[in-house]
């Protein structure tokens, strides 16, 4: 039972046009989410996070948005520069008993190109 | 802040060998994690200390995997009689708790042959 799904494996824009990847969560006890940034061969990097009784945040280029009702979280990279090409988990958080648990979706492989 | 550390980063494995990894967390974070990542997959919660206590483990840890955190400061994975299906990247991170997710390392890749 996949929580949390990122229904596209891949996203290609031009550079100075708006990447915008999605997500969507069936669990609605998550108490936050946020999108992490990979490289080959690195570990996730973390980009920006939302709490879930907020619907959006904004930081620099990077604006996730979140739709309780339609279980749904979105982050939209404006503008998309080269740099930013790199896989894009977006991740729910789930604390209970003060762990907090990350459930990850399975990537979407972002590509800016010149 | 020198982030997370994880050693080493690759190892290569023969089929029924034990294998141990070492993660150093962020001196100030008392909460750390390991995660897998398989191909094509994100990363999937293993276990979580807080401190030196074991308060978490998944089911997909068997009984071949045992994590330890002896003084709550740097942290070990050990698989036992690895197989094939182990070959993944193993992620350690770790957080405060603030509610902002956490810092991951680099990971070791697993490669059981």
């Known amino acids: 039972d996949q929580q949390v799904k990122q229904n596209s494996p891949s996203l290609s824009v031009q550079e100075g046009r708006i990447s915008i990847l999605n997500c969507d969560y069936t669990?609605?006890?998550?108490?936050?989410f946020l999108w992490y940034k990979k490289y080959p061969a690195e570990g996730p990097t973390f980009l920006i996070s939302?709490?879930?009784?907020?619907d959006k945040n904004e930081d620099g280029r990077f604006t996730v948005f979140l739709n309780k009702s339609a279980k749904h979280l979105s982050l939209h990279i404006v503008p998309s520069q080269p740099g930013d090409s790199a896989v894009y988990f977006c991740?729910?958080?789930?604390?209970?008993?003060?762990?907090?648990?990350?459930?990850f979706g399975k990537g979407t492989k972002l590509t800016v190109n010149p | 802040d020198t982030g997370v550390s994880q050693d080493p980063r690759h190892k290569i494995t023969k089929r029924g060998q034990n294998v141990t990894f070492r993660c150093d967390p962020i001196?100030?974070?008392?909460?750390l994690y390991w995660y897998r990542q398989t191909l094509g997959q994100g990363p999937e919660f293993l276990t979580y200390?807080?401190?030196?206590?074991?308060?978490?483990k998944s089911r997909l840890l068997s009984d071949r995997f045992s994590a330890e955190r002896p003084k709550g400061s740097f942290s070990t994975l050990e698989i036992q009689r690895t197989e094939q299906g182990d070959s993944a990247m193993y992620l350690c991170?770790?957080?405060?708790?603030?509610?902002?997710?956490?810092?991951f390392g680099s990971g070791t890749r697993l490669t059981v042959v």
């Open positions: 991170a770790s957080s405060r708790g603030t509610g902002e997710g956490y810092t």
């Open positions: 669990n609605s006890m998550f108490d936050y």
């Open positions: 939302i709490s879930s009784i907020k």
């Open positions: 991740a729910a958080a789930l604390t209970q008993g003060g762990s907090e648990k990350l459930v």
């Open positions: 001196s100030e974070h008392n909460r």
């Open positions: 200390f807080q401190n030196e206590a074991q308060l978490e």
